[in-house]
């Protein structure tokens, strides 16, 4: 069995949906399974336990949430200590309001999970424009649900942008597989 | 009176557009004057005559244009070998298909722009979310200027990206004017 | 009297003592004071009241710590939705271990925090190469205190750390001070 | 036969020298082969015939070197708009100065490099820290070989970032090797 762990925290369900239909993504393939949790329940545990480790965060002021920024100074600090994860699979997503319709500070956002992925020795799955939803749900380092309009209205994520989360999660789920039991590193 | 170098690269007029919507709102205000080059053609004492320095690049694969990059590398490097252009005050902008409606890479590509205007000791003017245009044409680091829809279709860029860009430039000038003489560094 | 507000976290009192190094530079300006505020007790009235505000965290896994960034979120984000401090200056520091020799994720973390400054229509100082201590303690974005040796030992920050960040302090007084009244943005 | 195209530019040899250290790594994994090309010599077509794209760049203003560039404005756009490289394995590294002993930029230009294979659909290969050579010669997203002391003068990459180059050089052969013939995406 191939486990994929999704780390999310969410203020208005938006990223706790993509992080419903990434999970959705995963477990369509034969032998995997996903566990979704929220930034202040997962543990250190979770990570080790995990083959894939992909983390969701609202986009504030161009970075991290600050929940999820605490599980990472926490839990991922020490993986990264005892190098405890180094070979598994990573992959992020986002979501935010938008404003602005240049993403937001989605990029920046993602790079910063992104940075604590590859710190950690993950190997980082991108998002293929050729993803099912992209046109408007996507970015080359992952999903970005956008949950506003262009008045800052809380519109929420359309079926784009979690079709581009389920397929994300299919080929996280897919790569994790493929890399099992191989040696990469060290 | 206050010079704003505006350094730009198009492939297909847009970047031009934006760069010459720039240059507009640079003219507006008193005792400005704004000179639009490209970047094969800019060079090193057109740098050190500016009191502001605007880069603007398409993005091309999430960075800069190579034209744009080269301009950088041969300019802007002999000016930060002797420190030439420290305490000047510079801005970026971007044009590019952004596909996916997440930004298309532009943040990277602004914040590429940026870490050159930063490395030269420039004093950097950021996009406020209340500039006029910003709806749909802005990123915090500068306007932006989508010139395809999301059928990756051409369409140019439209009267809200100029508008930003035109209020980038006022908001340029009148930063250079006011950091005219003063001695900030060193 | 120009005000200069630094917000900092601190793990092992180095990024305290770049904080407080950085204030001294401000306080050597006529006529300009500073206030050191850890995270959390740092407000959105301290934000309103500041001409500049600075922001310093620990680099962990390449990004904010997370009570910096709780900050951000709950102050800075109130403060972007009433553009409630366009037009202030702004400025950022970073301390870590820098294991690796290239910064250790530091860059990043600079963008991380200077990508809500710029939401928040600050106008940026960055750090010239040619500042006294630059040489092995900066990064053209701001100071950065390597503060453990290439064998992970906690040496803690050098005089040159803190004499960049002393000289940041003295830059960033001056801007604040040269911009004072101006109206730069709407 | 499991194939790894190295792309690189170089002012003084050191990139070519990190290019070279990591082609011998690839070498030492059993069936792999590796191809080292400069930017202007390797082709769209080269890019097809590889299972995994290495490129490495001299940091230039905190961003990639001009030459690099071109090659991916050309080459590599080409490709992205076929969808004709996704799902091969990509990684990166860099050389410069690294005056400020902060990585003088090195980040966000292995970031500009990556930007570009994540569009392009590659899984990409961090550098975990516990890679023999990481204390002097790596940062999280590839090894950076720092060729100038603090003094700015030309010392050249040593053997610690040679060893790193050479480890990241196996760790991509055997990613591609243990990727070949899966499929992760569409």
Redesign the interface.
């Known amino acids: 069995m191939t486990k994929v762990l999704i780390v999310y925290a969410t203020d208005y369900q938006n990223t706790f949906k993509m992080a419903e239909a990434l999970a959705g993504g995963v477990r369509s393939v034969a032998d995997c399974q996903a566990s979704v949790k929220a930034a202040d329940a997962a543990t250190f545990d979770d990570l080790v336990a995990a083959d894939a480790i992909v983390l969701g965060s609202p986009v ?8 999820v ?2 599980f ?2 926490s839990c ?2 020490a993986a ?1 200590m005892k ?1 405890a994860l ?2 598994k699979v990573g992959a992020v997503f986002a979501t935010g309001s ?11 956002t993602m ?2 999970l992104l ?17 099912p939803g ?8 992952g999903p ?1 649900g ?1 949950s506003a309009n ?2 800052l209205e809380p519109v929420g994520v359309n079926e784009d942008m979690l079709s581009v989360a389920r397929h994300h999660g299919i ?1 996280i789920a ?2 994790a597989k ?2 099992q039991g ?5």
């Open positions: 504030h002021m161009g970075s991290i949430d600050w929940r920024k605490k990472i100074d991922c600090s990264w190098d180094v070979g938008g404003f602005g319709n240049a993403g937001g500070g989605c990029e920046l790079l910063a940075n604590n992925l590859a710190e950690l020795g993950l190997i980082i799955i991108p998002l293929p424009k050729s993803t992209y046109t408007t749900g996507g970015l080359q380092w970005y956008r262009p008045k080929h897919r790569a493929a890399l191989a040696r990469i590193f060290g």
